[in-house]
């Protein structure tokens, strides 16, 4: 579709019949009445109007309602990007319901952990993650309302089966929903990110105003169980009425393909893709017409500055920048400000938005490096679900902390010192090192360990272990190539050691914890020389 063809409406015109409609989870339903067939998904898997997208959630809502499902209930739901998961999405926005969306690289038993610890009724799964689906009545005998997306498995209704029959018009009693995504934690087992209620207010207006219903098209090129993929490359186009064109998997050529091709308008992508995208040749980055292209934000994980000067050379400034995680926002970037502030990370919405404090809890002045608090909101504060000793030492009164490091300059800029010394992002992945240390000290081998995030080029970071051994093993390949298999039958792939490094003792306080800045420091001057 070209933007010629696109019926295109003023949102600034609309935004006061809008905005009660998102408060009450039915703003597909209000763009299915005023454009109901611009298409809402275009996927490999099959693409909806908005007209369809909001007929076939509304048959969701009704069926998983006979079922037995009632507001504050919980859905769990593995699946790629598809159309079925923004139906799934839509119908928990406007029935009350809870969602968890998935993260299709964890182990079957990471996976049935999560379904079971997040109180799920009901679990929706692809096919292809059949073997997830085998473990769920016995790790997750909650989820009695299962339901099988793309193919037919034993046990699960079919999706299309389930949707048969069901009324196709908008349900009477809307109720909006919220999300509960996981995030690991330092105890090595990941924690959802529970909020009782959503913030009534649209998301940020420097993005949500940045959409024109029916003329923006916006490239999901990440997978949606991501918190930023979700919420930016579905629930804010979706909301403001973008056509969402979605990968099922990246490739970097494909993403310039589907651009051109759709004349895509808005992105959301993490500093690996833009990696990928500056490595492929310069022939083929000339072959494809990216003049449409608007809108190119990105978080999720720290950006070189040269990184990002190549890409704002390449496609103009139009790249965006914010700086946020599953528990809250913080702070926002246009082009032309990071061009005259390179490395920063944007300003705060308000002045106490963030704070700067030392180790006793003591607000830092300008440019003194410390952790980074945000000010939680009024309404929708979240908290880590069944875990009040996290959410404690998440807040210090009305801020809370992901843990990073950094400063304010003097007239109110972030910019990113550090990260916490637990956490390694890898391709805008968060990977905790407790959750691997956890599984390699369970090999008979290891007498100690530390994981840490070394630099890679590409990742950004990768995961590195750094162990002693007991009597009996030596150093050697062989057995570090044994190691990170071990890991692999515990864990996902992508948390898994990348290399082994085997060393006579490691760097430990009296109190027994690990000096991981240290061993950290150590690797990234070795990086760096």
């Known amino acids: 579709m070209t933007s010629s063809s696109r019926p295109i409406l003023d949102l600034s015109a609309l935004r006061e019949e809008l905005l009660p409609a998102i408060e009450r989870g039915m703003p597909i339903a209000f763009w299915a009445r005023l454009m109901p067939d611009q298409p809402a998904i275009v996927a490999p898997a099959g693409s ?34 598809r159309p079925e998961f923004a139906e799934v999405l839509w119908a928990t926005r406007r029935a009350g319901w809870r969602i968890t969306p998935l993260n299709w690289h964890l182990t079957a038993e990471e996976a049935a952990y999560v379904i079971d610890n997040c109180d799920a009724k009901a679990f929706l799964v692809e096919g292809r993650f059949a073997e997830v689906a085998r473990l769920v009545s016995t790790a997750a005998p909650g989820a009695t309302v299962r339901v099988a997306i793309g193919t037919s498995m034993d046990g699960y209704t079919d999706y299309e089966a389930l949707l048969s029959g069901q009324d196709e018009h908008d349900i009477e009693d809307p109720e909006p929903g919220t999300a509960m995504l996981y995030t690991s934690g330092t105890t090595g087992r990941p924690k959802g990110v529970f909020r009782a209620v959503l913030p009534t207010a649209p998301p940020p207006s ?43 998997g990246w490739d970097a050529e494909k993403a310039l393909q589907l651009i051109e091709k759709h004349w895509v308008t808005h992105t959301h992508m993490v500093p690996t893709m833009f990696h990928r995208l500056l490595s492929l040749p310069i022939e083929v980055r000339d072959r ?33 920048e914010y700086y946020a995680a599953t528990e809250g926002s913080g702070t926002f970037v246009d082009s032309s400000t990071w061009l005259s502030l390179p490395g920063t990370v944007g300003k705060p919405p308000t002045s106490d938005h963030i704070l700067i404090m030392d180790d006793a809890g003591n607000e830092l002045g300008p440019n003194a490096v410390g952790t980074v608090y945000l000010k939680a909101p009024d ?46 992002i890898s391709g805008g992945v968060n990977i905790y090192p407790a959750e691997v240390e956890a599984v390699l000290l369970t090999h008979p081998a290891i007498a100690d360990v ?36 071990h890991c692999r039958t515990k864990l996902a792939h992508f948390k898994c050691p990348r290399s082994i490094d085997f060393v006579t003792s490691l760097p430990r306080q009296d109190n027994g914890k690990l000096y991981k800045q240290k061993l950290r420091e150590e690797y990234r001057k070795r990086a760096s020389a």
Not at 208 to 232: D, E, I, N, R
Not at 291 to 319: F, M, N, R, T
Not at 392 to 413: F, I, K, S
Not at 468 to 480: C, H, K, V
Request: a negative charge; proline letters at 5%.
């Open 48 to 81: 909806r109007t908005f007209a369809q997208l909001n007929a076939r959630t509304n048959q969701l809502v009704r069926a998983l309602r006979s079922r037995g499902l009632v507001a504050g209930d919980s859905i769990a739901l593995m699946c790629g990007n």
């Open 288 to 320: 494809y017409n990216l003049s449409s292209l608007e809108y190119v934000l990105h978080g999720a994980a720290p950006c070189s500055v040269p990184l990002k000067q190549a890409l704002i050379d390449w496609l103009g400034p139009v790249v965006y």
């Open 379 to 424: 309404v929708g504060r979240f908290t880590y679900y069944k875990d009040d000793g996290k959410t404690a030492q998440a807040y210090r009164g009305n801020y809370y902390t992901l843990g990073d490091m950094g400063y304010l300059d003097a007239e109110g800029y972030l910019y990113l010192t550090d990260r916490s010394a637990h956490l390694i």
């Open 206 to 248: 420097t993005i949500a105003a940045a959409y024109q219903p029916g003329a923006h098209v916006h490239l999901c090129a990440g997978p949606l169980y991501h918190a930023a993929p979700l919420s930016f490359s579905l629930l804010t186009p979706g909301t403001y009425g973008a056509t969402i064109v979605m990968m099922d």
């Open 450 to 485: 530390g994981v840490i995030g070394v630099p890679n080029a590409e990742w950004g970071e990768e995961v590195k272990a750094v162990a002693t051994l007991n009597p009996g093993y030596a150093p050697s390949r062989q057995l570090g190539n044994e190691l990170i298999d």
